[in-house]
């Protein structure tokens, strides 16, 4: 059974951080491409960080480049979300994506990130 469980969302002030994780299982973990997209309220789903497999490779949106970076454990099949310099804009529910092709993707329930000004 695929999982992908978010955790590590919460209440910060402006300014402060937060590191989001994303554990899984069920699937081959280091064979696919993992994503960050957040959904703030009245809002579409955004995309807001990319890692390949390997972890080599890795990018952002502009509204995060600078403040956000996103790193993975294959050993520990999880996928991180470093979060610095918070803006209340950033509030959001944070969801993680697991994709190995455009037809094979899987979802995490989402955490939810409050940044208060």
């Known amino acids: 059974q695929v999982q992908l469980v978010e955790s590590g969302g919460g209440l910060v002030h402006a300014g402060g951080s937060l590191r989001l994780s994303c554990a899984a299982s069920?699937?081959?973990?280091?064979?696919?491409?993992l994503s960050w997209y957040r959904q703030a309220p009245g809002k579409v789903r955004e995309w807001v960080a990319l890692?390949?497999?390997?972890?080599?490779?890795?990018s952002f949106a502009d509204f995060v480049k600078g403040r956000f970076t996103i790193s993975r454990d294959n050993a520990q099949a999880t996928v991180y979300l470093q979060m610095n310099s918070l803006k209340p804009d950033d509030t959001a529910v944070y969801y993680c994506?697991?994709?190995?092709?455009?037809?094979?993707?899987?979802w995490g329930q989402g955490t939810q990130v409050t940044v208060s000004s």
């Open positions: 890692i390949s497999s390997s972890g080599s490779s890795t």
């Open positions: 069920g699937f081959t973990f280091s064979t696919y491409t």
């Open positions: 994506k697991a994709a190995r092709t455009t037809m094979i993707s899987y």
